[in-house]
């Protein structure tokens, strides 16, 4: 036989790392046999550590000098009669022809014969009946086989290979050991390979060999990591090899077969996939029944693995199971009982049958039932199970669901719900089913949730309008909507945040009072978060419906049953008319006590609106990040983005416009249009002023073009909406387009009667357009009538009606005015409206004479503004003549006073251009461009830091 090298050999090549002792002892039990002995080695080791790679490496080394018969046992052909043996004559094409067919012919006259039958012990209990045997050949076949064998030795040394031996079939091992008795003196050397963690099929493997005195055992172990590395260096680059050793050698126990795969699977796919399972499967199914079915049964069990439990599952005995698991363990396969490695545990599973693994899930689901384990684990096999015909799948299900959803496993708890929808059985268990799952499903996007909502029913004909009673309230109610022919869950709070105000309002009032048939009954509590959610979008719709004596007894359940309700009364009156005087003591309560969960989001938004409208920005800003946070925690995308959009809002009245514009956009991005709702007015209305601020008006006018649902101008939301839209328009130019929205959203919060200064300063607002327009007593009107409004002294709302006052009073007075307004609005820490106060506060000081102190603080003005990235500062006072300005040119008006030449050179030099760069936009020398900024420094009595303040 030649040394042409075969794919097998290359991967045997691969295989032999480490392997330089166990071939020495190979060449050392060939080489150590004199001319007249042969010699006999066990190579052993547990599976997939390289055995058969070693057998044909030596095998092809031997073969120039010697003859090499070659077999390999398996499992499934253990009870074909002397199957090896032929394996070993028709595999050799050097043997000759008349040795096979006598050797052939010998195996089909054993094969034809009666089997031999043994009397069984005498000590056996079990039976008495004769044991039948597998048929050997004839001892004149023996012997002629001996004689053949003896004349081929006498030419050269004789190779006899036989693989996976322990699988062999008891004739052939018999026909082998009388050859190797007989021949002891030939140069017949016999090379096995076997599993040493397994008892071999047969008797004479494990017996009758060990008693030759040419017997020598090898034995294989794993691949260290530097072996592993070693390998995959051989078959990817060794950077690759170094970083992936530590991983691939804990997946592969140092097993070569294991090690190969997954750098096949590296380099194909990245992570181990498709060549590590078909390894793993093939590595399991090397073992002996029940190992197999032991693994199998362990991954789908996972945690709950437990010998005892395995073979209840199995109907297999305790000390089969014993054996089979210390198998595993020994072969690492098993640690401490589980699965060693997860990949390892889903290629067991991707190697069964569909059916078979649904079918063995099943039964698992039943045994834990029986046994009392937690309902999430017997649901999460149901689910694997695909079963329909489970009695108590239903109320496993809820419960499985409500322990996910306590944990924020949010997306296994909606599964749960959703198979527990599938299986239930009567309008008022799927009702209640289809409530919970409308919850779960809100909480990662609300869209989810539009399925699960009635169809719009037709307008009905006029009636008089529904009063509704409060929580609690004896009172009945006029008008109770008749119960649907199908009875639907009410979901009165995922029909008031999409919009459908009416409906949202009706499924209340239909709760408050008797439950139609088939409709699940709710806990007084349970209203609260509708209540709430109502107050705080629609304020108007809710108070038309509590009517006006009836507020102080909406809160009916008592605090010891709705813990962490406590407030909500309070909170959801100080919504709807803005007069608890101690409701921002309330909400912060409110936020300190409880985590953000399901019962308290409504809550704890009334809390953090409360805050805002409070002008309490920064104590808001502290909470609503700790929301967020919690928010992420809890995996709940949806209050992240709500969340995010009402930091968003608190970033602005801080004077952070450029952070509001982040936050904003990220809150539109964790939840699409659709999922927002009604609620979208607030992330839009944040983004929209934020852009405006900073000056880009076509991002800001991208986002105005963008639908929103009609019923957004029925929220609170709507109205920040409104007021964003119309600083918009103040921002480019349109001043009648801006008090169409600043005097639409003063009527909606007027008629709601929730007209209070900082939940929407629209009559600011409206007076800087009028301001704009040249209607100063207009806008004088509009500031006074905000100034009676009850107002926190040292909130940006006052300081911002300060500077209004200014901008609307005559000249004499504005500095004064404005003085106040920046010391409220530096305490209140709201930069964008300060940087807007200080430069107003520069013109009046200029006017009035203080030259020095007006550059000053036109220099912290364009500092302030630089913090948040502004545009250049919106003028809002008018320009007042300066009697003295044909005496100080340096006081007049900057274009006045420029010529067109120098008012160029100023705009490019307050810009940031140097004096060359100027030259060269110019087209002019150097030296002009100097002259002009000389002219200009003089006539506008400033310094070139200074420009840009002045420019404007």
């Known amino acids: 036989m030649g040394h042409t090298v075969t794919g097998a050999?290359?991967?045997?090549?691969v295989d032999l790392v480490e392997r330089a002792e166990e071939l020495a002892a190979l060449r050392s039990a060939y080489e150590e046999a004199e001319d007249t002995r042969g010699s006999l080695v066990v190579l052993g080791g547990a599976v997939g550590t390289g055995k058969t790679a070693l057998l044909r490496a030596w095998t092809e080394r031997v073969a120039p000098d010697a003859l090499v018969l070659t077999a390999t046992a398996c499992r499934a052909e253990r009870e074909l009669s002397l199957g090896v043996l032929e394996q070993l004559v028709r595999g050799c094409p050097e043997l000759p022809a008349a040795t096979v067919e006598r050797t052939l012919a010998w195996c089909d006259e054993a094969a034809s014969a009666p089997p031999v039958t043994d009397s069984p012990a005498p000590t056996s209990p079990v039976s008495t009946s004769p044991v039948p045997t597998s048929p050997v050949p004839t001892s004149a076949a023996l012997r002629g086989l001996c004689e053949a064998l003896r004349r081929l030795v006498g030419e050269r040394p004789v190779l006899i290979a036989v693989d996976d031996a322990h699988h062999a079939d008891a004739a052939s091992l018999q026909c082998l050991l009388y050859v190797v008795r007989r021949l002891r003196s030939a140069r017949l050397h016999v090379l096995f390979t076997e599993y040493v963690h397994q008892k071999a099929g047969n008797a004479l493997l494990g017996s009758e060999f060990l008693h030759e005195p040419a017997l020598r055992r090898i034995g294989l172990e794993p691949l260290s990591k530097a072996g592993v590395e070693a390998v995959l260096a051989r078959q990817l680059d060794a950077e690759t090899a170094q970083d992936l050793t530590p991983v691939v050698h804990g997946m592969s126990a140092g097993r070569p077969l294991l090690v190969r795969a997954l750098a096949d699977d590296h380099r194909s796919t990245g992570r181990a996939g498709e060549a590590f399972g078909r390894a793993a499967l093939g590595f399991l199914y090397r073992h002996e029944a029940p190992v197999t079915e032991v693994a199998r049964a362990v991954a789908v069990l996972g945690e709950q693995a437990d010998p005892d439990l395995v073979g209840r599952l199995l109907d297999v005995d305790a000390a089969s199971v014993a054996r089979a698991v210390h198998q595993l363990t020994v072969a690492e396969v098993l640690h401490e009982g589980r699965l060693w490695h997860p990949a390892f545990g889903a290629a067991v599973l991707d190697g069964m049958p569909t059916e078979e693994r649904r079918a063995l899930h099943g039964r698992v689901a039943a045994l834990l039932y029986e046994e009392g384990a937690p309902a999430d684990e017997v649901a999460a096999h149901l689910v694997a199970a695909d079963r329909s015909d489970t009695p108590w799948a239903v109320p496993v299900f809820e419960e499985a669901a409500r322990l996910a959803l306590e944990d924020d496993r949010v997306e296994t708890g909606v599964g749960y719900l959703r198979a527990a929808h599938q299986r239930c059985e009567g309008p008022e268990q799927r009702n209640a089913i289809v409530g919970a799952l409308a919850d779960a499903e809100w909480r990662l996007d609300p869209a989810k949730v539009l399925r699960h909502l009635p169809d719009r029913a037709p307008a009905p004909a006029p009636a008089p309008a529904a009063t509704l009673a409060p929580t609690g309230s004896s009172t009945p109610t006029h008008v109770t909507p008749a119960p649907l022919a199908t009875p639907t869950p009410p979901l009165p709070a995922h029909l008031l945040w999409h919009g459908r105000v009416d409906e949202g309002l009706d499924a209340i009032s239909a709760l408050t009072g008797p439950s139609p048939a088939g409709a699940p009954s709710m806990n007084a509590a349970d209203l609260d978060t509708p209540w709430l959610w109502g107050a705080y979008l629609y304020p108007g719709h809710v108070k038309e419906r509590l009517g006006s004596d009836v507020l102080s007894a909406q809160r009916s359940a008592p605090p010891a049953a709705t813990p962490e309700l406590q407030g909500a009364g309070t909170l959801m009156n100080d919504l709807l008319r803005g007069g608890e005087h101690d409701a921002t003591e309330a909400a912060e309560r409110t936020l300190n006590r409880y985590r953000l969960g399901p019962r308290t989001v409504a809550v704890q938004t009334a809390a953090l609106a409360t805050l805002t409208y409070r002008d309490r920005p920064h104590r808001a800003a502290a909470w609503c990040d700790g929301l967020i946070a919690q928010a992420g925690e809890r995996n709940s995308?949806?209050?992240?983005?709500?969340?995010?959009?009402?930091?968003?809002?608190?970033?602005?009245?801080?004077?952070?416009?450029?952070?509001a514009e982040r936050r904003s956009a990220a809150a539109l991005d964790l939840i699409g249009a659709k999922g927002w709702g009604a609620a979208i007015g607030l992330p839009l209305a944040a983004a929209v002023q934020a852009k405006a601020a900073l000056g880009d008006v076509d991002g800001a006018a991208a986002l105005l073009e963008r639908p929103v649902p009609q019923a957004v101008f029925q929220t609170r939301t709507g109205l920040h909406y409104l007021a964003a839209r119309g600083r918009y328009h103040l921002a480019t130019g349109c001043h009648y387009a801006a008090l169409c929205d600043f005097y639409a959203c003063g009527t909606r919060m007027s008629s709601w009667g929730v007209d209070l200064p900082a939940l929407e300063s629209w009559r600011l607002g409206a007076a800087e357009a009028y301001l704009a327009l040249g209607e100063s007593l207009l806008a004088r009107q509009l500031v006074d009538d905000q100034m009676t409004l009850p107002a926190p002294a040292d909130g940006r709302t006052w300081g911002m009606t300060l500077r209004l006052r200014a901008a609307t009073s005559p000249a004499p007075g504005r500095a004064e005015l404005l003085d106040e307004a920046v010391a409220v609005l530096g305490g209140a820490g709201d930069v964008f409206e300060l940087a807007r106060a200080v430069a107003e506060q520069s013109e009046a000081v200029r006017v009035g004479g203080e030259t020095e102190r007006a550059r000053l603080l036109a220099r912290k003005a364009e500092l302030l503004a630089r913090?948040?990235?502004?545009?250049?500062?919106?003028?809002?006072?008018?320009?007042?003549?300066?009697?003295?300005?044909?005496?100080?040119?340096?006081?007049?008006?900057?274009?006045?006073?420029?010529?067109?030449?120098?008012?160029?050179?100023a705009e490019l030099a307050a810009d940031g251009f140097t004096n060359r760069e100027i030259s060269r936009k110019l087209y002019v020398t150097v030296s002009t461009v100097e002259q002009h900024l000389t002219r200009i420094y003089r006539k506008l009595d400033v310094k070139r830091l200074d420009l840009q303040a002045v420019l404007g």
């Open 9 to 13: 050999a290359r991967h045997g090549a």
């Open 867 to 905: 913090r948040w990235g502004s545009a250049p500062l919106p003028a809002t006072a008018p320009p007042a003549p300066n009697p003295a300005a044909s005496q100080h040119p340096g006081h007049s008006e900057p274009d006045a006073e420029l010529t067109e030449a120098e008012r160029r050179v």
């Open 637 to 659: 995308p949806t209050w992240q983005a709500w969340f995010t959009a009402w930091r968003a809002l608190i970033h602005l009245r801080q004077g952070d416009p450029a952070a």
